[in-house]
């Protein structure tokens, strides 16, 4: 079975600070793809990053940094120098050829960045 | 959402109805997912289209809730005797689907219809 795990519900974090969210994932396959996507307080889902599982290499964004590391299922997003646009709900990802693509989310983190 | 149209946009209805709820992929893509998100969650997976047909419709939660595809573009979610629990977001999207190289797909979200059943 195919699973995603946000362990953090909820981080509150001053401005300018850097903070990250953690997700780890289980999967059997050995090809599978991971996401992260963003959800404002408007709604719509903002995809920000897909990894694929061949592929270890972090990733930087302006802001934003992915640490991705197969050996411990992890895919976790950094915001360096939070901002207050950043306050909204993560969601970590994850789909493969055996599910047919259809993506699994995390239960989501709640990020407050705070003035 | 890039290249994704969800009609409406917020749909309330009473308990028992039926309920319509369209997705327009703007772009050529041969697959189209249907996602729910209830309050406080992360969407769940209801089902997928390739092409016309239904590969995989593992997610929807009973038989009230069905969808077509009838062209391989437009998708329409029909729920039956609605019910409070079936509240939430509905979204859509499409997708390159099995077998095709995902390089240079990737799996956006359309804006989703707001469903409340009061």
């Known amino acids: 079975a195919q699973k995603v795990t946000q362990a953090q519900t909820e981080i509150s974090v001053v401005e300018k600070e850097d903070v990250t969210l953690d997700c780890v994932y289980e999967?059997?396959?050995?090809?599978?793809?991971l996401f992260w996507y963003k959800q404002p307080p408007s709604g719509e889902l903002v995809f920000l990053i897909r990894?694929?599982?061949?592929?270890?290499q972090n990733e930087i964004s302006g802001r934003y940094s992915w640490n991705f590391q197969k050996s411990t299922s992890s895919f976790n997003f950094t915001i360096t120098a939070s901002q207050v646009v950043d306050s909204a709900v993560y969601f970590c990802?994850?789909?493969?050829?055996?599910?047919?693509?259809?993506?699994?989310f995390g239960a989501g983190t709640r990020l407050f960045v705070k003035a | 959402g890039a290249g994704v149209s969800q009609t409406p946009s917020n749909k309330v209805t009473e308990k028992g109805k039926y309920v319509e709820l369209r997705c327009d992929p703007i772009?050529?893509?041969?697959?189209l997912y249907w996602y729910r998100q209830s309050l406080g969650q992360g969407p769940e997976f209801l089902i997928y289209?390739?092409?016309?047909?239904?590969?995989?419709d593992s997610g929807l939660p009973n038989d009230r809730f069905f969808a077509v595809r009838p062209e391989g573009s437009v998708s329409t979610l029909k729920i039956q005797r609605t019910e409070r629990g079936d509240s939430a977001v509905y979204l859509c999207?499409?997708?390159?689907?099995?077998?095709?190289?995902?390089?240079?797909?990737?799996?956006?979200f359309g804006p989703g219809t707001r469903l409340t059943v009061l």
């Open positions: 999967t059997r396959d050995t090809t599978y793809y």
């Open positions: 772009s050529g893509h041969t697959a």
């Open positions: 999207a499409p997708g390159a689907g099995v077998g095709l190289r995902w390089v240079a797909d990737t799996q956006y």
């Open positions: 990802a994850l789909s493969s050829n055996t599910g047919g693509f259809k993506t699994i």
């Open positions: 990894r694929n599982s061949f592929d270890e």
């Open positions: 289209f390739q092409g016309t047909g239904a590969a995989d």
